[in-house]
């Protein structure tokens, strides 16, 4: 099983920073692309940032120059450095891998192009 725990919400003021982590443990071989979503209250889930294996980034429009991705492929981990918080960036923060390379039910064989959530961390951005 593949389990992605999410960590680092909280509370901060407008302009405010907070740096969220996201560790994908399990009997993972690789993994394509990481990223980090986010869902307000009544919206739906939006893409914030991804990025590959390999290091190439995109973002969404309304988090450019304030939001930075970053991973380490070794350890399996994906972090989301966030600046000039408002309160529209108030949201449950969810990370995604997907691309993911697992291992089967006999441990070996590999199981290909498996997408994967995490339960979520609060950012509340509020004065």
């Known amino acids: 099983q593949v389990q992605l725990v999410e960590s680092g919400g909280g509370l901060v003021q407008p302009g405010g920073s907070l740096r969220l982590s996201c560790l994908a443990s399990g009997s993972i071989f690789s993994i394509y692309r990481m990223g980090w979503y986010r869902q307000a209250p009544g919206k739906q889930r939006e893409l914030l940032a991804r990025?590959?294996?390999?290091?190439?980034?995109d973002y969404r429009e309304s988090v450019k120059g304030r939001f930075t991705i970053s991973r380490d492929n070794d350890k399996n981990t994906v972090d989301l450095q966030m600046n000039s918080l408002q309160p529209e960036d108030t949201a449950v923060y969810y990370c995604n891998t997907d691309g993911t390379v697992v291992a089967g039910p006999d441990g070996d064989t590999p199981i290909y192009d498996m997408t994967y959530w995490g339960n979520g961390t609060l950012v509340t951005v509020s004065s």
């Open positions: 990025m590959t294996y390999d290091g190439n980034a």
